[in-house]
């Protein structure tokens, strides 16, 4: 081994100022002799060029080589595998740059080749965005930004859950912000977890696509709008805060109207009902009309009250952008296929323990949107059905290492995270009152990577908003009419292995054999497809 410096030290004076240049000595030496001592340039040389440029440049080299002591010379020439006379063999040799014979003559010298100055550019390369869409996505949201340029500029996206309908929006979003400014948005959804997913949402989406800085407003919970008269950037809403608010006084989203560029209903379903049906009437007709997008898995509110579909479709103009493959009947299929979604298996778990409604109660869950709260209550209580519950569970975790548990009641949750972690797996439960720094912990936790199976039992506040794309398994054991709830409820765990997920998924379904429910997520959704 020999250094550079050792090597640039045995260089004669006309070596170093062939080196530096005999115009740059010339100039040295008119200022300061001393600037010209061979001590000097020896430095000067070092950084005008690094190590390896010179030992890599052919009009050079030969000159470096014959500054090598002999035996150094030899030992040099014995590992680059050259034959014949050292010095005769290392002034002659040809080296390419990025070679296995410019990295052994490099190393010999002890230097490091960082930068490749004389590297060329490929003629052709691909350059990937910060924020891609799928195929299926850029499809939907070029047809959906067509049809809100339309009259009556309404429409709903319609995307099975876990397919990125809210990445899809997202985009649609930033393209209309970008179209000039100031340009303003207003997101509504029903839960602070959907909330604040939307906020994050747009900050990856338009941290990539934006093309100025823009402000996210949040309006649930605790926080408030520091002014209505906002003009620029995107106001998330909560619809339980926006409601309060307009019961109160139109002020606020009335000072918004003719001023608000796109409204986004996120779960859809929810638009036509009364309460919240007045803040989309004040945003989107009031003033200058503003246009309104509608995102939903599911596009019904039932499957049971066709005339009250009929007004949701009726509501969006039965405009509605789904996916739409060539070639598969069911997007559902296309998407398992492609490893958007998880290939799941659908197990039911039959009970037809507990006592038999009476006919005034089987009237009632007919009649009613969902199961009535009693029978619900009833059913959170079953001793044997939550036997069959945590046995399931128990045997889930054999096979996965996230796992989400849909209670019945709040209660319900607490009993199953409890008797789960009594009995040794890590199991917590989320509920309406968990409070939001221990939900947030929780949640932190069982998101987090770890080879530790973790069971998060919840009620109310985990079938939407919730990402944690590593869940591949649920039990369903909150009974419902809702297609709309058990679709979000599969959703959670049926994220493919090309959207951060897994390759299998395994669902099982309570199926209290009096009442009645879903068990498919196929079905669930096409079954509004004859209203739309």
């Known amino acids: 081994m020999f250094t550079f410096g050792e090597l640039i030290s045995r260089a004669s004076d006309q070596l170093l100022q062939q080196l530096v240049g005999r ?42 080589m014959l500054l090598l002591p002999k035996t150094a010379a030899e030992i040099l020439a014995q590992r680059l595998q050259l034959c014949g006379d050292a010095y005769d063999a290392l002034t002659s040799m040809t080296v390419r740059r990025g070679s ?7 190393d010999f010298f002890s230097v490091a080749d960082e930068v490749d100055r004389y590297q060329i550019p490929p003629s052709n390369e691909l350059v990937a965005p910060a924020y891609p869409l799928f195929p299926h996505q850029r499809l939907a949201a070029k047809r959906v930004t067509a049809l809100l340029m339309e009259e009556p500029h309404r429409v709903v996206l319609h995307m099975p859950t876990g397919s990125g309908k809210t990445r899809t929006a997202m985009s649609v979003i930033a393209d209309i912000l970008n179209q000039g400014e100031p ?16 906020v994050e949402e747009f900050k990856k989406a338009w941290s990539a696509q934006g093309n100025r800085p823009v402000a996210v407003h949040r309006w649930w919970g605790p926080h408030s709008l520091e002014s209505p008269l906002i003009r620029d950037g995107i106001i998330v809403g909560g619809l339980q805060k926006v409601y309060s608010s307009a019961r109160k006084t139109l002020t606020e989203i009335g000072s918004m109207a003719g001023r608000v560029d796109l409204v986004v209903m996120d779960e859809a379903h929810q638009a036509i009902a009364p309460t919240y049906r007045l803040i989309l009437d004040v945003l989107t007709e009031s003033g200058r009309p503003a246009p309104l997008l509608g995102l939903t898995a599911t596009p019904g509110r039932t499957w049971s009250d066709i005339d009250e579909d009929q007004r949701l479709a009726d509501f969006f103009y039965r405009k509605k952008v789904s996916l739409e493959v060539e070639g598969y009947d069911s997007p559902i299929r296309f998407l398992v296929d492609e490893g958007y979604l998880a290939e799941t298996e659908f197990v039911q778990l039959e009970y037809a323990g507990g006592r038999d409604p009476s006919p005034r109660e089987l009237q009632e869950i007919r009649e009613s949107l969902d199961i009535p709260q009693d029978i619900i209550n009833l059913l959170a209580a079953d001793v044997q059905r939550n036997m069959l519950i945590l046995s399931r569970t128990e045997t889930m975790c054999r096979r996965h290492h996230r796992i989400i548990v849909f209670a019945a009641t709040k209660d319900h949750a607490l009993v199953l995270a409890t008797v789960l972690r009594a009995r040794g797996t890590w199991a917590y439960a989320v509920t309406g009152e968990t409070p939001s720094s221990e939900r947030s912990r929780i949640i932190e936790t069982y998101r987090a990577d770890s080879d530790e199976t973790r069971v998060i039992v919840n009620y109310g506040v985990l079938t939407t908003g919730f ?4 869940t591949s398994a649920a039990v369903i054991a909150r009974p419902t009419k809702s297609l709309v709830l058990f679709s979000q409820m599969v959703g959670r765990a049926t994220r493919g292995k090309r959207a951060g997920g897994n390759a299998r998924a395994e669902i099982a379904t309570v199926v209290d054999t009096r009442l009645p429910g879903f068990c498919n997520m196929a079905d669930a959704y096409d079954n509004w497809e004859d209203v739309w």
Not at 43 to 59: H, K, N, Q, Y
């Open 23 to 64: 115009d740059i000595v010339r100039l040295l030496a008119s200022l300061d002799a001393s600037l010209a001592r061979p001590e000097r340039l020896s430095e000067i040389v070092t950084g005008l060029r690094s190590p390896a440029d010179m030992l890599l440049d052919p009009s050079v080299r030969p000159e470096l």
């Open 100 to 106: 296995t014979r410019a990295a052994e003559l490099l």
């Open 183 to 198: 340009k303003l948005i207003v997101w509504l959804a029903h839960s602070e977890e959907l909330c604040e997913q939307a």
């Open 467 to 470: 990402d944690a794309p590593k």
